[in-house]
C-alpha cells in the first residue's frame, strides 16, 4: 500500500472542507480494509485455536488481553484524540513563539513544526505508559484467581504481555506522525503484517505445543502478542523515516525554544496537554464504560463463564471491528479538521458574511451531511443485524465452533449481542464528533455524565451477575442500557451544536423508511418460525442466509 501526501488534480480545484473529506474517505477505505483482512485472518485463526483450547485458557487469554488495552488506553488515548484537534482550535501558540534562539536546534518551518509538536506529545504517552505497564502487571498477579496462578507459564505470559505492550507504545511516534500527515497507507501496511505475524506465532505455537502435548497456558498468545508489536515498530520505522528524511523534524523527542511560555520544559505544547488533560479524566469513565463487561465478568464468573462471554463478545462485535470502528476513526479525525475553527467561535461571528466565516459555515454543514449521511447508513445495517442476527448467529456457532462451545452460554450470549451491536455502532460515530466538537468545558461536563453512568453500569452489572444470576446474557444488557444513556447525551450534544450554527439536524433524517422495517420484522418472522430447522439441518440453514441476503438487498 502507498500514500500520495501530494494533492491531486481535483483536490487541487476543490474547496479545504471538500478536499478534507476526500482524504478521510480514502483514510476510511484504508482502515476498513485493514479491519477486514485482520479480522479476516484472526477469525481463521480462532477456528484453529477453538479446537486446541478450553473455555478456561481463553478466559485467561481474555484476561492477559485486557491487561495490555488498559494500559495502552490510558497512555494513549486522551493525547491521540488532542492530537487530532487542529492548532487553530488549541489556540496554537502566538507569532514568534517558535522563533529559533540556538544554534544547536534548527529552524523549523510550520508543516515540520506541526510534524515535531505531535511526534513530541507522543512521548508522553510512552512516559505515561511505562509505570502503568509494571503497576497494571503487579496488581493482576495479586488479584489473579487462584485457578488462573495455576495455569502454565502464567507469569511468563504477563512479562511477555508487558514488553508487548512496550513495544507497541514505543510505535507511537511514527503512529502520530501517520495519522497528522494522513499517511493511511502506511498505517494499513503497519497493522495488516503486524496482524498476520501475531496469526502465525499464535496459531503455530498452539498447533506445535498440542501436537508436542507440551502444556504452554497462554504462551501462544504473549508470543503472538510480541511478534504484532515487533513488527509494527519495524514497518514504521521504514516507511515513515524515509518521508522524513528530508524534512527538519525528527522522531526522536526534540526541543524547540526553551525559553517559550507556550511550551512545557521547551518541547511540549501547553495548549494540547491541557486539552489531552480535559479529556484524560473522560477517558478513564469512557474506558470503564468500554471493558467495564470484561472487568464484571473477570470479578463475578468462572473462567468458563468467562471464556463463553469472550467468544460471543469476538464474534458478536466481528462487524463491528472491521467496519464500524475504523470509521469512527477517521471520521473522529474527519470532524476534527472540519470543526477546527468553528468549535469555540460564538454565534454572532459565524454569521458575518466574511470570507472566513463563509469557510467556516460550509466546513460545519460538510460535517452534518456527512455525519447524518452515516447514521442513516447504519440505521440500515443496524435493521438488518437485528433481523437476521439473534435466529442465525446460534446455529453458525454450533457450525464454526462445534457443539464443545454451541452447549455453553456462548449461544444464548451472542443473540443478545445482536441487539447490543446497533448500539455499539451509533454510539461510536457520535461520541467520536462530540470529542472532536467539545470545548474544553463541554468534556468536562460529559466526564461527569460518564461518572454517572459509569457508576450506573456498575451497579447494574453487579445486580444481574450477582443477585440475579442472569449471567452473561443479562451483561449485554447492562450494556445496552449503558450505552443507550450514552447515545441520548450525544445526540442532545450534537442537536444543540448544529441548531446553535443554524443548521437542520433532525432525528427522522436519519430512521430507515417503513419498507425497510416491514421487511426486517418479516425476516425476522420466518427465520424464527424455522428456527428449529435451521439447527438440524445446513439445507435449511443455508436457505436462511440466502432469505437474509435477499432481505439486506431489498433494504
Known amino acids: ?154 507469569k511468563r505470559s504477563l512479562h511477555l504481555y508487558l514488553v508487548a505492550t512496550i513495544l507497541e507504545l514505543c510505535s507511537e511516534p511514527c503512529f502520530a506522525l501517520a495519522q497528522q500527515q494522513m499517511l493511511y497507507g502506511v498505517r494499513a501496511s503497519a497493522e495488516t503484517l503486524a496482524t498476520i505475524t501475531r496469526c502465525l506465532l499464535t496459531c503455530g505455537t498452539a498447533v506445535w505445543a498440542s501436537k508436542a502435548d507440551f502444556a504452554i497456558g497462554a504462551l501462544p498468545f504473549a508470543i503472538g502478542q510480541v511478534g504484532y508489536a515487533t513488527i509494527l515498530n519495524v514497518v514504521y520505522l521504514t516507511r515513515i523515516t524515509p518521508s522524513g528524511a528530508h524534512r527538519q523534524h525528527s522522531l526522536l523527542l526534540k526541543p524547540f525554544v526553551p525559553s517559550s511560555s507556550s511550551l512545557l520544559l521547551g518541547r511540549f505544547p501547553a495548549t494540547r496537554l491541557n ?77 458575518t458574511d466574511t470570507a472566513p466565516n463563509s469557510e467556516r459555515r460550509e466546513r460545519v454543514n460538510q460535517a452534518a451531511t456527512y455525519l447524518r449521511t452515516l447514521l442513516r447508513v447504519y440505521s440500515i445495517i443496524s435493521t438488518m443485524i437485528v433481523a437476521v442476527g439473534p435466529s442465525l448467529s446460534p446455529v453458525l456457532l454450533r457450525f464454526v465452533a462445534g457443539s464443545r462451545w454451541s452447549d455453553s452460554e456462548a449461544p444464548s450470549v451472542l443473540s443478545a449481542y445482536c441487539y447490543y451491536i446497533p448500539l455499539l455502532a451509533i454510539n461510536g460515530i457520535l461520541e467520536a464528533f462530540v470529542s472532536a466538537a ?79 422495517v416491514i421487511s426486517a420484522l418479516g425476516t425476522s418472522w420466518y427465520l424464527n418460525r424455522i428456527g428449529q430447522s435451521l439447527h438440524e439441518s445446513i439445507v435449511a440453514l443455508l436457505i436462511g442466509i440466502a432469505i437474509a441476503g435477499v432481505s439486506a438487498l431489498l433494504m
Open 1 to 154: 500500500m502507498s500514500d500520495n501526501t501530494e494533492l491531486t488534480d481535483s483536490d487541487a480545484h476543490a474547496t479545504p472542507a471538500q478536499s478534507i473529506l476526500s482524504r478521510s474517505t480514502k483514510g476510511a477505505s484504508y482502515l476498513i480494509l485493514v479491519q477486514v483482512t485482520s479480522r479476516a485472518l484472526t477469525f481463521l485463526v480462532n477456528q484453529i485455536l477453538l479446537r486446541f483450547l478450553s473455555p478456561e485458557l481463553l478466559g485467561i487469554s481474555a484476561q492477559l488481553e485486557l491487561y495490555s488495552i488498559s494500559v495502552l488506553f490510558f497512555a494513549r488515548e486522551s493525547l491521540r484524540v488532542a492530537l487530532q484537534r487542529q492548532d487553530e482550535e488549541v489556540a496554537a501558540a502566538p507569532p514568534g513563539a517558535y522563533a529559533n534562539t540556538r544554534k544547536d536546534v534548527p529552524k523549523l518551518n510550520e508543516q515540520d513544526r506541526k510534524a515535531q509538536e505531535v511526534i513530541n506529545l507522543s512521548y508522553v504517552a510512552i512516559g505515561l505508559g511505562l509505570p502503568l505497564a509494571f503497576i497494571f502487571a503487579s496488581l493482576y498477579i495479586r488479584n489473579a484467581h487462584t485457578l488462573v496462578l495455576e495455569t502454565p507459564y502464567i
Open 275 to 351: 486539552l489531552a488533560f480535559n479529556i484524560y479524566a473522560q477517558s478513564i469513565f469512557k474506558h470503564i464504560l468500554t471493558t467495564g463487561d470484561s472487568l464484571l465478568v473477570a470479578a463475578f464468573t468462572t473462567l468458563q463463564s468467562q471464556g463463553a462471554y469472550t467468544l460471543a463478545a469476538n464474534y458478536g462485535g466481528l462487524v463491528a471491528r472491521m467496519v464500524f470502528q475504523p470509521i469512527e476513526e477517521s471520521s473522529r479525525s474527519l470532524f476534527g479538521r472540519l470543526l477546527h475553527q468553528s468549535t469555540f467561535a460564538s454565534k454572532a461571528s459565524e454569521n
Open 438 to 516: 467539545a470545548s474544553p468545558a463541554e468534556l468536562r461536563v460529559q466526564s461527569a455524565w460518564m461518572l454517572a453512568f459509569s457508576a450506573a453500569f456498575a451497579v447494574t452489572g453487579f445486580l444481574v451477575l450477582r443477585v440475579w444470576e442472569h449471567g452473561a446474557q443479562g451483561l449485554v444488557l447492562a450494556n445496552a442500557v449503558n450505552m443507550t444513556c450514552r447515545i441520548i447525551w450525544s445526540w442532545q450534544f450534537i442537536a444543540g451544536y448544529f441548531r446553535d450554527r443554524g443548521v437542520v439536524f433532525q432525528l427522522r433524517d436519519i430512521m430507515p423508511k417503513l419498507s425497510v
